[in-house]
């Protein structure tokens, strides 16, 4: 497994290493390992928020009732 630093996983979902501390802070970002001081993101974890946000933004279907 394959892990990447604030800056990478920034990078590869081109943002701010800023965004990615608030969002942590916030509890609402990508999943993280924190290992002592340091925080690591995994390549699925990214691909795994970029998923869900999608769906959570994907409109539903306009109906008539």
């Known amino acids: 497994m ?3 630093t604030e800056k990478e996983a ?4 081109r943002c701010t290493v800023a965004a990615m501390r608030r969002w942590r802070r ?3 970002g990508p999943r993280f390992a ?4 340091l925080i ?4 699925a974890d990214l691909s795994r ?14 109906t008539i009732t």
């Open 10 to 13: 920034a990078e590869r979902l």
């Open 26 to 28: 916030e509890r609402r």
């Open 49 to 62: 928020f970029v998923d869900e946000c999608t769906e959570a933004t994907r409109k539903k279907p306009f």
């Open 2 to 4: 394959q892990l990447l």
């Open 34 to 37: 924190r290992l002592g001081r």
């Open 40 to 43: 690591r993101y995994s390549e």
